[in-house]
């Protein structure tokens, strides 16, 4: 069965909450497990992790209650069956535009005679049988353009998806519209809010990158039921920016 993160989000309650991890490091991904998030993406896409880097990573979380997701950075099938194969709970393949693009990224999380996926678990708890390994994978496809947003109700139909994970960023890019605002255009705004609707319609899980503040109540107004709220470079850069402002106050002033 699925992660039991994505099996609550399923029946209702509260969005669930996580962050993306970028660095390379075991010790990143299991500190972050570990300090109650309901999930961790590991992005194979937006930094400098492969896939065979995702791979080991996942092995670093030891915390049941956190979902391990891997980002990948293309709708590759080997790329995606590896880090299945590995262990990981969910996957998100970026740009699919189209409800036969989401058909092929399902068929890859899938064994024979409906996918494509070959049957060969690298991480030694996982079962052997092909059936118990696909339903224990939640797969999300990102939805980033205008194209996408206009299949909407076609890809949320597709079998076997588990879910939307909106790309708010190339989204706007392609729709003209600014980047990274906190309060987005109406337009950005409406896109958003079809995009949950669809999901919803189709009981699937609707996904964004929400960040802190108001952009997250957004997105938690607009029905999204898994919020990315933070990446770990973020962090690392206002924890230092913080500290070196407050012991900055504390010094003497040179006029």
Known sequence: MVHQAFDRRKVGGAPLLGTMITYDAPDNVELQSQLGPDFVIIDCQHSLITEGAARRLIYASHTPSTAIIVRVSSGDPY????????????????????????????????????????????????????????????????????????????????????????????????????????????????????????????GIIAGAYAGPGTRAKDFIDDGFD?????????????????????????LPSST
Not at 110 to 124: K, M, V, W
Not at 195 to 202: G, I, K, L, P, S
Not at 226 to 243: E, K, M, Q
Request: glycine share 8%.
């Open 79 to 202: 790329k995606i069956g590896s880090v299945l194969d590995a262990g990981a709970d969910a996957v998100i393949v970026p740009m699919v535009n189209t409800a036969y693009e989401a058909r092929a990224v399902v068929a890859a999380c899938n064994y024979g005679p409906a996918g494509i996926r070959s049957l060969g678990p690298t991480r030694r708890s996982l079962t052997a049988d092909p059936r118990a390994l696909e339903e224990r994978v939640c797969c999300f496809v990102m939805v980033e353009t205008e194209e996408a947003v206009s299949n909407i109700e076609e890809i949320c139909a597709v079998p076997g998806l588990g879910g939307i994970f909106l790309g708010s960023g190339d989204l706007a890019v392609t729709m003209g519209e600014p980047l990274f605002s906190s309060i987005p255009s109406a337009a950005l705004r409406a896109a958003s809010r079809k995009v949950a609707a669809e999901c919803r319609a189709a």
């Open 226 to 250: 898994l919020l990315a709220i933070g990446i770990d470079w973020l962090y690392v850069r206002s924890g230092i920016c913080a500290s070196l402002e407050e012991i900055r106050k504390l």
